[in-house]
């Protein structure tokens, strides 16, 4: 079996409530097609939920490489320094490659197999950049579900 894991973000700076990277959804979606497509069985994120310094981590502040603090990006974002008052509920805010894992999550069911799928609209055979950014194709995946639908998952640009 080939599983995909590990995956993760570089830590967004902070912009979590609003003002979030398209690339970091644009590059989750390229890279679960890219392993898919290759014959991955299945694609498991590296982290689901941390906190707003991309914690935890395993190194200490003092181990980090430069200015640059240690931590990730997660498909959700919980701030940890407040509370809401009246209902002491933190704040947890879904990254937009949590909106990216989830199409593909419910389109592409457990009992699903890959079944090929020609792009004729893919100009370079790779369907973009390493780190997702369009050159003018579109990346497809195409998946037969255990009740013998079809399901299509399409990205890119025209």
Same mark, same amino acid.
């Given at each position: ?8 973000? +570089?830590?967004?700076?902070?912009? #979590?409530?609003?003002?979030? %990277?398209? /690339?970091?959804? /644009?590059?989750?979606?390229? +890279? &679960?097609?890219?392993?898919? $497509? ?5 694609? &498991? ?17 003092? /181990?980090?490489?430069?200015? &640059? ?16 008052? %009246?209902?002491? =509920?933190?704040? =947890?805010?879904?990254? !937009?490659? #949590?909106? #990216?894992?989830?199409?593909? %999550?419910?389109? !592409? &069911?457990?009992?699903? %197999?890959? +079944? ?22 579109? /990346? ?9 639908? +079809?399901? $299509?998952? =399409?990205?890119?640009?025209?």
């Amino acid at each position: 079996m080939l599983l995909a894991t590990e995956a993760t973000e +570089v830590n967004d700076l902070g912009h #979590y409530a609003r003002n979030q %990277s398209w /690339e970091h959804g /644009e590059h989750y979606g390229h +890279v &679960i097609l890219g392993d898919l $497509n290759h014959w991955a069985q299945g694609w &498991i994120d590296w982290n689901i939920l941390l906190d707003m310094r991309g914690g935890p981590t395993h190194p200490a502040p003092g /181990e980090c490489e430069g200015l &640059i603090e240690c931590g990730d990006d997660a498909m959700m974002i919980a701030n940890t320094t407040f509370r809401d008052p %009246s209902t002491g =509920v933190t704040a =947890v805010y879904p990254q !937009i490659f #949590y909106w #990216y894992m989830g199409h593909f %999550s419910r389109f !592409i &069911i457990p009992g699903s %197999s890959r +079944v090929g799928l020609a792009n004729p609209l893919d100009k370079t055979g790779n369907g973009g950049d390493p780190k997702g950014n369009a050159d003018g194709s579109l /990346e497809g995946l195409a998946a037969l579900t255990p009740d013998g639908k +079809v399901r $299509n998952i =399409v990205k890119g640009m025209l």
